[in-house]
């Protein structure tokens, strides 16, 4: 679990940064544009398993540690709901675009644009990334534990046969 | 229109040799490949949204498979059939063959929206009104997280129940406990 060769970890430390870039422009644009907070994030989230395959899983433990991981899934959550009961609040009803009914219109085909949609869109990238990355961390951490548990049920049917 | 016949006949040879392989790894890269196919199709059928959702899931989804499939020892799978099993699923597959051609007739041509012969439709009025009524000009964005918004909100909240379930059992305590039964 040390990672690939050399070749492979200088590429995959180059392309790394171009699949997030792509992952965030997904992200920001999904309101023009196809895409949106899901792709987004699932191409974010596909970034860190490049790294995960090119280095090991120690290396992305130590770039993106899990606690910090969580917490983000949690604030992409918290922000979510945090719009929907602001649109309670301000505009009268849960989940209402009150940001382009009252404030902040914008111009069609403009980044600032859709009021609380692209606001949603980060919202929901950040949290599918941080949640996916979970997930495959958590299925590489189990890999490795059944792995370990198979070669101690091993070594502990092979002394028993010994003895 | 014949791209998607040939998608279609590409996709069902994928299936059924993801089904009858013995080799795991390549009954992995026949899901992959339906998986590859049903993007293409979204894009022939001007659904990008659904298209880059799709390859990007998919891309993940085979690698986490390919990690998980060839690092086990049992990559072969040994073993003949129930001649009970086979009966039964043959049956169940004529029953849904029959109704499948009474439901078949009844829809409209590949790639034609059935909204789209109605008047008065949802979607209708999302593809009408949706830009001065939300200000997004992705139409798919502006229903899924202004219209539709509550729908998100399941979503996201399943995801985050799963990722609670899974970092719960998985921790460290539990990892432990899994090693040392009788501790």
Known sequence: MKGMTVIVKTVSSWVKVLIFLFGIYIILFGHLSPGGGFAGGVILASSYVLLMLAFGREFVEKNLPLPIASRLDCLGAFLFALIAILGLVVGGSFFVNFLYQKYLPGEPFNLVSGGTIPLSNLAIGLKVGASLFLVIFALSMFRYDSESLANKRLSDRTGESKE | ?183
Not at chain 2, 31 to 43: E, H, K, N, P
Not at chain 2, 68 to 87: K, P
Request: charged share 15%.
């Open chain 2, 1 to 183: 229109m014949a791209i998607f016949y040939i998608l279609l006949v590409f996709m069902i040879i994928a299936a059924i040799i993801a089904v009858e392989t013995k080799n795991l790894l390549g009954s992995v890269i026949c899901v992959g490949a339906i998986g590859f196919g049903g993007s293409l199709m979204f894009l022939f059928l001007r659904a990008p949204d659904i298209a880059i959702t799709q390859i990007v899931v998919e891309v993940l989804g085979l690698i986490i498979l390919i990690r998980a499939t060839i690092s086990r020892d049992l990559t072969f799978i040994s073993g003949d059939r129930e001649f009970f099993g086979t009966v039964v699923s043959i049956v169940i597959i004529l029953v849904i063959f029959v109704a499948g051609i009474r439901v078949f007739d009844a829809l409209p041509a590949f790639g034609e929206p059935v909204f789209a012969r109605l008047t008065g439709t949802a979607s209708e009025t999302y593809v009408r009104r949706g830009l001065q009524d939300t200000g997004a000009t992705n139409l798919v964005t502006s229903v899924y997280l202004d219209y539709r918004a509550y729908d998100t909100l399941g979503e996201a909240t399943v995801l985050f129940t799963a990722i609670i379930g899974a970092m719960v059992i998985l921790r460290d305590k539990s990892r432990k406990l899994l090693e040392e039964p009788d501790a």
